[in-house]
């Protein structure tokens, strides 16, 4: 592997477990980013960008907040793409201010945008979001992760959502947060290297190996965070390397 110019690292599972600093990993990241160009890249839907900058800020990470990219940030270039207004937004309170310059229609919204609402899905609101995409209401999915880990244990994550109205409705959803390609551009732009310079370290085989894989973005795994060598070994996917944790990355 030559030395890459730019490295993506995903926040959750590599940098921070729960919310504290994974054993290395701050030193690891401000060393490296004295050699080359980082962006973190976020699916967390809980948590503005200057939320998770002050998170990593007061661990001891040096970050800016235009190095960190998040799901939200993408939904709300998509919505402007696509020329839609009314939405109905099924995220977590603390972001709903990312989507402030759009007008809040829970009832004929253009689009639905999906994220992370924890333990309050119920059958009434997934039977609301299924009426509305057939009244032809856009499916816009924050990401569409299937678990992740929390405490030591495996936690279902939104995916299974998605995934539910997009079979009943018949409609795919368009995924903003990783591993979506317009994502990983996104990320490159705003590293302004081309893709065979980059690097992309998560603890996801999907999202973050398989997604980077796909728009020619080297994946490295590593065995933190939601890391499972069963689900590795099932997925048929072949990281360009594995590591055991982010601290044991190294540019050569
Ligand atoms: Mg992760």
Redesign the pocket.
Known sequence: MNRPKGILI?????LLQDGSPIHGSINKLNTLKEHCKIRLLT?TTTQTVSAIHLQLTSHGFLVEEKDIINAPLAAVSALKQLGLHRIHPIVDKRILSDFSEFEQDVHTPEAIIIGDIGDTWDYALLNTLFTQVMEGATIIALHKGKY?KKEGKLQLDIGLFVAGLEYATGKEALVTGKPSGPFFDAALQSLDLPAEEVVMI???IE??VEGAQKVGIKGILVQT??YNQDFVERSNITPHKIIKSFNNFSLF
Do not use: R, S
Not at 10 to 14: M, Q, S, T, Y
């Open positions: 995903d926040i959750d599972g590599v699916n992740w998560g603890d996801d999202n973050d965070g939601k």
